[in-house]
Every structure is written in C-alpha cells, then in structure tokens.
C-alpha cells in the first residue's frame, strides 16, 4: 500500500514560519510530481506550490517569495518551507503525488491526510 503522511503544522503567529513534511512509503516504482495544496473551511481545495522530479517548481500567486517547495527523490519526501506567514494562510494543507506504485502500468494521485496550519494575527 502506498501512503503519504505528512507532518509540521501548528500554532504560529503572523509573521513566523512553518516547515512542513511529507513522506510517501509503501510499494514505490517512481513518483513523478509533488505538490502541496490547502483548504480553509468553506472553500475549495487550492494548489500551494508543485515541484517535478527534475526540481522544476510552480507556486500560487498569494504564497511567492514566502514559500519554498522542495523534494528528496532517494528519501521520496516532499517539504513546504513557509515564511512571513499571514493569518489568510490558515487551512489544512495536504500532500499530493503521482505514484507509480510497483506492478502498476499507470500512475495515480495520492493524498496525505492533512495538516493544520493556523497563523493568529
């Protein structure tokens, strides 16, 4: 079974920062892209920042020059460093990859379970 836990969110207070964590285990072929989304209460599911197996990144408009993602291929972890954090930035965030797992023929989008990042003002 292949599975994404994620772990580093928390209580932070405008203006500090947060490392998230994501670790894909189980039976793993290849992982292609890597990618952070986040979902405050009430709104829709919305993508953070991705990074694809060659490193190339992509961030949302409301998170650039304040997030850094970032991706160990031999450990298969995905990080999400956040900076000057606002209280706008509150949601769970969760993990997302594209898994192949062994004996597969196609690969599939997995999800971690979430984690709770929430920035007072």
């Known amino acids: 079974q292949v599975q994404l836990v994620e772990s580093g969110g928390g209580l932070v207070q405008a203006g500090g920062s947060l490392r998230l964590s994501c670790a894909a285990s189980?039976?793993?072929?290849?992982?292609?892209?890597m990618a952070w989304y986040r979902q405050a209460p009430g709104k829709q599911r919305d993508l953070v920042a991705s990074i694809t197996r060659g490193g190339s990144t992509n961030y949302a408009d409301s998170v650039k020059g304040r997030v850094t993602i970032s991706r160990d291929n031999a450990k298969n972890t995905v990080s999400l460093q956040m900076n000057s954090l606002k209280p706008e930035d509150t949601a769970a965030y969760y993990c997302n990859a594209d898994i192949l797992p062994r004996g597969s023929f196609s690969p599939r989008a997995y999800w971690g379970q979430g984690t709770q990042v929430t920035v007072s003002s």
């Open positions: 189980g039976s793993i072929a290849s992982i292609n892209n």
